[in-house]
């Protein structure tokens, strides 16, 4: 099953442009991660952030976490046509070592 | 290395038919995962191995679909009989169990039951 639920399902947007990605989930995590998929490509992993952290950059990402309201955020800064993919949010729930993947994000950026 | 290799690609079999599907971790990885991929359910997680022991098989849909990793380098899929609806993009992952490790997925293996 399905936990995580991502914001907007689909978003379009220029090049250059930032892109914010949203992900909401309902049980207590050890960790939360952001992959990406081309499409007809398996996913890539960009980012893993820890229950007890709240902000965490990687390159051109920017992610949030707040456990208390139970949701992550993904930001994509000066986007460019190769970020075009699918981004899903996964948790790791406590005491679990399986991630459970949301239903993901479709980013579009046209050059 | 040359990351998690699954086999095969693709793959079109009957309804009925037995179908195997095989994924090889990376080396020095401990965990395994197979999940499934479909435009209505999304990813689904079907069964994950730590140390070649599977853990957690709750997601396998039904007794036709089962899973061995008879060694670390080494894991199957299979289903018998399949049905139309097993159709699916069936994805390997593995990953190590220390700190801050994300997953490494295979290319995925596209199977269309008709």
């Known amino acids: 099953s399905q936990q995580g639920e991502e914001d907007p399902q689909a978003l379009s947007i220029q090049e250059g442009e930032n892109a914010t990605m949203n992900c909401s989930y309902k049980?207590?995590?050890?960790?939360l991660q952001w992959y990406r998929q081309n499409s007809g490509r398996g996913l890539v992993h960009l980012i893993l952030?820890?229950?007890?952290?709240r902000e965490k950059h990687s390159g051109r990402l920017r992610v949030t976490l707040d456990t208390s309201k139970k949701s992550s955020s993904l930001l994509i800064t000066a986007s460019r046509a190769a970020d075009t993919a699918s981004y899903f949010c996964?948790?790791?729930?406590?005491?679990?070592?399986?991630?459970?993947f949301g239903s993901g994000t479709r980013l579009q950026v046209q050059p | 290395d040359a990351g998690v290799i699954q086999s095969p690609r693709h793959e079109v079999t009957e309804m009925g038919q037995e179908v195997t599907l095989r994924c090889k971790p990376i080396?020095?990885?401990?965990?395994l995962f197979w999940y499934r991929q479909t435009m209505m359910r999304g990813l689904e997680l079907l069964i994950y191995?730590?140390?070649?022991?599977?853990?957690?098989d709750s997601g396998m849909p039904e007794d036709r679909f089962s899973a061995k990793m008879p060694n670390a380098s080494f894991s199957t899929l299979k289903i018998q009989p399949s049905e139309p609806r097993d159709s699916a993009v069936y994805f390997c992952?593995?990953?190590?169990?220390?700190?801050?490790?994300?997953?490494?997925f295979g290319s995925g293996t596209r199977l269309t039951v008709v």
């Open positions: 080396s020095g990885h401990d965990y």
């Open positions: 191995f730590n140390n070649n022991v599977p853990i957690d």
């Open positions: 996964a948790t790791m729930d406590t005491g679990r070592r399986a991630l459970t």
């Open positions: 992952a593995s990953s190590f169990s220390g700190q801050g490790a994300g997953y490494t």
């Open positions: 049980t207590s995590i050890n960790n």
């Open positions: 952030i820890r229950s007890n952290e």
